[in-house]
């Protein structure tokens, strides 16, 4: 197999490297990559991953026969589209299917029509009709920027003002999204599909806001853990009856059938789980944390997938528990620089290090975006790969660096 990601994040990274482990690799390309990619595979920083005939053309010129793509941005630009009319098997929806995560009030409307069990919601595209519901209502809302926002298009608040002012910002240029706010903790469900069957991964938690205990603002995630052992059965075994089958069955029924991964933004509550969101990809930072865990050689997982042979194939997952850690830039989720030298990174294989958007000048690793790196710990049981991570994690050395100090704590709203 030569295979191409595409991406540049610390889930990238986390895809690359398992990649590289598998003994099917002929060829491993990651276009653009960052400097972690840089030592387990070959870089094409010159190929933009949303632009299909770029992609193509990287295609044929470095012989590659499977592509895996990372985020949401290419899916959305029809980049999968592309690649599958050239007969290039790929992992990734369809810009079609892309829609249950590049528009809120799409993915919302196909729970609705299909008794997905979510959030009661409006969507809107005129500020007063918006504005009246905001101001009768009487009870604390969730407002959410209909297409991508890189994790951030979220407000969860009870202030009037604060609302209004969110609100008519987003639709100068969007649809917004109005739910009612659920209460419980959340969860990170995985699917991974051929088109026609699905398997389910281990569970893992997001912690979205900025601060420890769940304060602050939300980010694109500050930490992650897998699995979860706060989920109870009874939850687990709901996930999976209420939501997980009865998407696919809808997907299949609606023509929305991909290969690829299928995740469950999914809020646990006193009355049973919901869906908070669909992605059409891994996330960031649960990636980093699930695809250590997967012990099945990831080129034939992959080749499994694209030839609809999913069915046949046993995946084995780790017993360890997995926990890693987001150390960011200062002033993220709001404005950073980038470009900062770094001057210390774990040196053992205790901990697994990836890197998020980072480049390399004479030697030297700088800083390329908020996230910068996710330091990741394993362990026998959770606390030890908390602890192993935490050991790890102040090693990353660049100016105003900051992490959250409670990733691994059980925190409802985190």
Aim: charged share 20%.
């Amino acid at each position: 197999m030569r295979v191409l990601i595409l991406g540049n994040g610390a889930r990238e990274h986390a895809i690359t490297w398992k990649f590289s482990q598998s003994r099917r690799i002929a060829g491993l390309f990651v276009a653009p990559g960052n400097a972690g990619t840089n030592s387990i595979a070959t870089n094409l920083p010159h190929v933009n991953p949303c632009d299909p005939q770029e992609v193509l053309d990287a295609c044929q010129g470095f012989r590659i026969n499977h592509v895996f793509i990372g985020g949401e941005d290419p899916l959305a630009a029809g980049v999968s589209d592309a690649l599958i009319e050239a007969g290039i098997p790929c992992i990734g929806p369809r810009r079609k299917t892309a829609q249950l995560e590049t528009s809120k009030a799409f993915s919302k409307a196909f729970m609705e029509r299909n008794g997905i069990p979510t959030a009661q919601a409006n969507a809107f595209t005129y500020f007063p009709a918006f504005e009246r519901v905001v101001r009768e209502r009487d009870h604390r809302l969730v407002l959410k920027k209909s297409g991508l926002a890189a994790g951030k298009g979220v407000l969860e608040s009870d202030d009037t003002d604060e609302m209004l002012a969110y609100g008519k910002s987003v639709l100068e240029t969007d649809t917004l999204v109005v739910e009612d706010h659920l209460v419980g903790y959340e969860v990170s469900v995985f699917a991974i599909t051929d088109g026609i069957t699905h398997q389910l991964l281990p569970c893992c938690t997001d912690y979205k806001k900025a601060g420890d205990g769940g304060t602050g603002p939300n980010t694109g995630g500050m930490g992650s853990i897998c699995p979860v052992p706060w989920l109870e059965n009874t939850a687990w075994e709901q996930i999976q009856n209420e939501i997980v089958e009865p998407t696919f069955t809808a997907l299949r029924a609606e023509g929305l059938s991909f290969v690829g991964v299928l995740y469950f933004g999914i809020m646990v509550t006193a009355n049973g789980p919901f869906v908070l969101e669909y992605n059409v990809r891994f996330g960031d930072p649960e990636a980093q944390v699930l695809l250590p865990l997967i012990r099945a050689d990831f080129g034939d997982l992959c080749e499994a997938m694209t030839k609809q042979r999913l069915s046949e194939f046993s995946i084995e997952v780790s017993p360890k528990s997995s926990v890693g850690v987001v150390v960011a830039a200062k002033g993220y989720p709001g404005v950073y620089d980038t470009g900062i030298p770094v001057t210390g990174l774990p040196t053992d294989d205790s901990a697994l290090v990836f890197h998020a958007a980072t480049t390399e000048r004479d030697g030297v690793t700088l800083t390329g975006s908020g996230r910068c790196f996710t330091v990741v710990g394993r362990g026998k049981e959770l606390l030890d790969a908390m602890n192993t991570a935490y050991a790890a994690v102040g090693s990353v050395r660049f100016d105003g660096a900051w992490f959250r100090s409670d990733i691994g704590g059980r925190i409802f709203g985190n």
